[in-house]
């Protein structure tokens, strides 16, 4: 079984902190995402990466960072926390083409369990 | 814009009962569609992915079915039974030369009451 770990389910922060979160997957995929989830709102990409120290920008990158520095870990960095970024965030993985960028629709994503992140 | 329109938001019904879960989008161009079980407190886990040429998909009591000229999907679950609980997102996804896009629906919440 795929196996995606995050390092909190649940995390509160105070405004202006620098925040990380951490993702582990044990299935050797190319391709790790960060999402944000809100009521009523679908899950929004923040990030995506395809390869060991590659990444691109999702739909909504601002006041985020990531790093990849090994294959099977992508951390989510807050720079400074704000209150408007209270949310759930689910790190997911899937495998892909090595080095591309565009190959992740044809896979089913697997997703962690999520971190609940309050700024207060 | 690619859009993708869950209805309803929400719904309950008896165990027991059957029920459907509509999903209409606008992505293009149109690679594959997937929905999603999502349990409170988890990630969301793959039940059905169908491609442009595939019009029903099974899993054991859940069916998924595509219509690729209408940009509709719909979700039936049979025979419900209370761990059906839980969020279903449509998510549709797109395939350009050298790039790939997958939109979110917002999800519909399924109670099952005993």
């Known amino acids: 079984d795929v196996k995606v770990t995050q390092s909190s389910r649940y995390l509160v922060k105070r405004t202006g902190e620098k925040v990380f979160l951490e993702c582990v997957q044990d299935?050797?995929?190319?391709?790790m995402f960060w999402y944000r989830q809100d009521p009523g709102l679908g899950l929004r990409l923040i990030y995506f990466?395809?390869?060991?120290?590659?990444?691109e920008k999702g739909d909504i990158p601002e006041g985020y960072s990531v790093s990849r520095e090994k294959k099977e870990r992508f951390s989510l960095i807050l720079e400074s926390a704000s209150t408007n970024q209270t949310s759930m965030y689910l790190c997911a993985s899937s495998p892909g083409t090595p080095g591309t960028s565009g190959s992740f629709s044809s896979y089913e994503q697997y997703f962690g369990p999520g971190t609940r992140l309050t700024v207060t | 814009k690619n859009q993708v329109e869950q209805s309803p938001q929400s719904l309950i019904i008896l165990e027991g009962k059957n029920c459907t879960l509509q999903?209409?989008?606008?992505?293009?161009?149109?690679?594959?569609l997937r929905w999603y079980k999502q349990d409170t407190g988890r990630g969301p886990v793959s039940l059905t992915i169908m491609t442009f040429s595939e019009n029903t998909k099974s899993n054991g009591r859940y069916t998924a079915t595509l219509d690729a000229d209408t940009k509709q999907s719909s979700l039936h679950i049979t025979a419900s039974q209370l761990s059906d609980s839980a969020s279903y997102i449509c998510?549709?996804?797109?395939?350009?030369?050298?790039?790939?896009?997958?939109?979110f629906g917002s999800g519909t919440r399924l109670s099952i009451r005993p």
């Open positions: 999903c209409n989008y606008t992505v293009s161009p149109f690679s594959n």
């Open positions: 990466s395809y390869d060991v120290k590659m990444k």
């Open positions: 299935m050797d995929h190319e391709n």
């Open positions: 998510v549709v996804s797109a395939r350009y030369s050298s790039a790939s896009k997958i939109i």
